[in-house]
C-alpha cells in the first residue's frame, strides 16, 4: 500500500472555484483501479495552501492514474487555479 502526499498553492480568491473542481478530480479517482481513499486538508492560517492525501493498493495503481485520461482531464480544471506547480511525494507502509 501506498500514500501520495500532494502538495498545491492555489491563486488567491480561487480558492471556491479550486474546491469544485478538486472534488470532481476526486469523484473521477473514486473509480481508479486500486484506489482505496483520500482526504483534502487546508493549512490552518494559509487558505490558498492544500494537501491532499490519497491511499492506493500499489505505486503501479497509483501510476497508472497518474498518467489516465481522466486525470489529464481533471487536471485540466485545476491547474490554471495554481500558482505553482504541485509537489507529489510517495510513501510506502513500512513492513
Given at each position: 500500500?501506498?500514500?501520495?502526499?500532494?502538495?498545491?498553492?492555489?491563486?488567491?480568491?480561487?480558492?471556491?472555484?479550486?474546491?469544485?473542481?478538486?472534488?470532481?478530480?476526486?469523484?473521477?479517482?473514486?473509480?481508479?483501479?486500486?484506489?482505496?481513499g483520500g482526504e483534502t486538508l487546508v493549512k490552518l492560517g494559509h487558505?490558498?495552501?492544500?494537501?491532499?492525501?490519497?491511499?492506493?493498493?500499489?505505486?503501479?495503481?497509483?501510476?497508472?492514474?497518474?498518467?489516465?485520461?481522466?486525470?489529464?482531464?481533471?487536471?485540466?480544471?485545476?491547474?490554471?487555479?495554481?500558482?505553482?506547480?504541485?509537489?507529489?511525494?510517495?510513501?510506502?507502509?513500512?513492513?
Amino acid at each position: 500500500m501506498v500514500k501520495v502526499i500532494i502538495e498545491r498553492r492555489i491563486m488567491p480568491g480561487l480558492e471556491e472555484e479550486y474546491e469544485l473542481a478538486a472534488r470532481e478530480a476526486m469523484r473521477a479517482s473514486l473509480g481508479a483501479r486500486g484506489f482505496i481513499g483520500g482526504e483534502t486538508l487546508v493549512k490552518l492560517g494559509h487558505s490558498d495552501r492544500r494537501l491532499m492525501i490519497t491511499q492506493w493498493r500499489d505505486l503501479r495503481a497509483w501510476k497508472e492514474w497518474h498518467r489516465s485520461e481522466a486525470r489529464a482531464t481533471a487536471m485540466e480544471r485545476i491547474l490554471p487555479l495554481l500558482t505553482e506547480e504541485e509537489t507529489v511525494q510517495i510513501f510506502e507502509s513500512v513492513p
